[in-house]
């Protein structure tokens, strides 16, 4: 029972030093948040591994964080090319093809009193449907292959992208639009110089809601079918081999590329709305 008061000795004291910072007179400086997110997650791992060994947790019910490390590091090569098959073909290739689909078609929509009225409920039903439903579906229809993987993501992200960005391009008010009226802009002049800036926040919402679903929709999919290679495919076996660690450092893995991936868009969102209200807060 050492171990399980030490661990708890460690997260009284994390909790403690953590409320210091947040609370204190240099709360709002980067540094202190970037270091209570950085003391609240090493206080959680090491709390997990006393937790494991003191309680004697067997690996095939969760595995400590050392043991996720070693296996991590002793897979590297299966997990890059598990990583190049999963994110960087399927995923990336699936979100930049939903994402550039979804965008041509709200300009569309917004020219369209008939295509927002009816294609937009459609839109909400395909959202609605269950991705274990589709993507044995696509897998059927393009192959084991990422090609597959990349479909069940455009059909994840598309709509909620297309809601987004319709959302946006109809933001503009009537006095903006009379006032482009006024000096003669034509509909594509008042588009790239009102509408689209107004609805990249709105975009950039959908591109980041996106990020998480292309990985989602990239790791499922591959539960039905896919090449020896692969997240999915990788979490599935160890899964029925009971090699808990290697599922583990795959979601490792799959968390570090969604992170990644988020803070991307979310660098691209500063650069291009550093104009609006949310982002001048952050300053």
């Known amino acids: ?162 809601v987004n960005t319709v959302a946006g391009l109809r933001e503009t008010n009537d006095m903006q639009r009379d006032l482009m009226q006024t000096y003669a802009a034509s509909y594509w002049q008042s588009f790239v110089k009102l509408r689209l800036p107004v609805a990249l926040p709105f975009i950039f919402n959908g591109l980041k809601i996106s990020t998480t679903l292309a990985l989602i929709g990239a790791i499922v999919a591959e539960f039905f079918g896919s090449p020896t290679v692969g997240m999915g495919f990788r979490i599935s076996t160890s899964v029925g081999q009971l090699a808990l660690d290697m599922v583990w450092a795959e979601i490792v893995v799959a968390a570090l590329a969604g992170s990644a991936f988020y803070g991307l868009v979310s660098m691209f969102e500063r650069i291009f709305t550093f104009w609006h209200p949310s982002q001048r807060s952050r300053a």
Request: charged share 10%; glycine share 8%.
């Open 1 to 162: 029972m050492g171990l399980v008061i030490f661990a708890a000795v460690i997260w009284v004291g994390g909790w403690w030093v953590n409320h210091k910072l947040a609370n204190g007179p240099r709360a709002e400086t980067a540094f202190v948040r970037l270091l209570v997110p950085a003391i609240f997650g090493v206080t959680l791992l090491a709390v997990w591994e006393l937790l494991v060994r003191g309680l004697e947790v067997p690996l095939v019910i969760l595995p400590a964080p050392s043991q996720i490390a070693v296996r991590f590091a002793s897979s590297l090569p299966v997990l890059w090319a598990d990583f190049t098959q999963t994110i960087l073909k399927g995923a990336l290739g699936g979100y930049v093809m939903g994402c550039l689909a979804a965008v041509c078609t709200a300009v569309l929509v917004d020219r369209s009193d008939f295509l927002r009225r009816g294609l937009l409920p459609v839109g909400n039903f395909v959202a609605a449907l269950p991705i274990v439903g589709t993507a044995p579906i696509l897998v059927m229809w393009y192959g084991f292959d990422w090609q597959s993987k990349a479909a069940v993501v455009v059909v994840m992200i598309f709509f909620p992208m297309l």
